[in-house]
Each structure stands twice: as C-alpha cells, then as structure tokens.
C-alpha cells in the first residue's frame, strides 16, 4: 500500500494538472472524452478493485458496497489534488499544499485513511 500510495503522490505532485483535468472530464461526460477515461483509468480502477476485494470483507465490507467504497477512495485519494488549490483561501493558509512537508503529511494521511478502510476490523464485544 505504501508504495503504490507513494507513487500516486509523487505522480499527482509532479503533475498536479492530471486531478483537475481527470474531474472536469469526468464531468463532460461526452462518449469520446469518457472512452478516453476508460482507457486511461480501468487499469487503475482494475487494480484498486483487485485490492479492495481482496481486503474488502475481512474490512467488514459487503460485496454491494466495493463499487461505493472504490469511489470513495478514488475521492480521497484525488480529492487533494483536485481542490486544495481551490480551499487555501479559505483557510487563510500561506502554505503550499504541494511543498515536501505537506506531501509527506498527505501520504501519512492516505495511508492512515485507506488502512482504516480496508485493515482488519477491531473486534466487537460478544464476537
């Protein structure tokens, strides 16, 4: 998980335009630009879907739910990208969401946040 969330990060970072681009054209929803979509993106989604099953019910998640779950994550993941540009005024924040620091923090939180999901569920009293 660590690796390949590493290389996310580092990809999105180095080429912080591919979010962006990637939500606007999802939002288009032309046959072209979602043909295009498809090419550039099922191996991603095929992979993220291959370790969501995998993780998935031991996670406590029922099958009806990994589309949902693969989108939520698809939304953590990008989400950053997409709108912290958007959101640092908001937050009257001089720092750059994209300087080493801050992408260390959100590499941690990523890894927090997907493990939370997918790991091992806590045993619950009376099981």
Do not use: C
């Amino acid at each position: 998980m660590r690796v390949t969330i590493d290389g996310l990060v580092t990809h999105l970072a180095a080429h912080p335009h591919l979010a962006r681009l990637l939500q606007r054209s999802m939002l288009e929803e032309s046959g072209s630009v979602l043909a295009l979509i498809e090419r550039w993106v099922a191996p991603l989604y095929g992979t993220g879907m291959a370790v969501i099953r995998e993780a998935a019910f031991e996670a406590g998640w029922d099958a009806e739910e990994l589309p949902h779950l693969a989108l939520g994550l698809f939304g953590v993941i990008f989400a950053y990208f997409t709108n912290s540009a958007s959101i640092q005024p908001l937050t009257r924040s001089n720092h750059d969401p994209l300087s080493p620091h801050a992408l260390v923090v959100q590499r941690r939180f990523l890894e927090k946040a997907i493990y939370r999901l997918l790991g091992p569920r806590p045993p619950q009293a009376g099981r």
